[in-house]
């Protein structure tokens, strides 16, 4: 399973920026993607995550009414459409994506910096 982030860079406050995430060698099926990010000096923390199947979101109370996790089957990628950007939000931001099964993300991208100035 490969993952490939891109669409990271320097916004401002206030702006938009969109993240995709291209994945491969996996069946779908059954299977969640999902977004996280790590601030300088921070611990990696889940964003959002999507269902391949069904659409079924989820996401972290720090960018709820912000930001939305979509995928497109038939291009195999995953985005991220992130609004009202705030300094806080800057970190390197990774895709990952398991098995519903499993308990924790098997498979992650090479991340992408977004920097939001004030």
């Known amino acids: 399973v490969q993952l490939q982030a891109s669409g990271g860079g320097v916004v401002r406050t206030g702006d938009s920026l969109r993240l995709s995430c291209v994945v491969s060698?996996?069946?779908?099926?059954?299977?969640?993607m999902g977004w996280f990010r790590q601030a300088p000096g921070k611990e990696r923390e889940f964003v959002a995550s999507i269902r391949w199947s069904g659409g079924i979101t989820d996401y972290s109370d720090a960018v709820k009414g912000r930001f939305t996790i979509s995928r497109n089957k038939f291009t195999r990628t995953v985005y991220l459409q992130m609004s009202s950007l705030k300094p806080e939000d800057t970190a390197v931001y990774y895709c990952?994506?398991?098995?519903?099964?499993?308990?924790?993300?098997?498979?992650w991208g090479q991340g992408t910096l977004v920097t939001v100035s004030s």
């Open positions: 060698g996996h069946n779908f099926s059954g299977w969640l």
């Open positions: 990952a994506t398991r098995h519903l099964a499993g308990t924790s993300y098997d498979y």
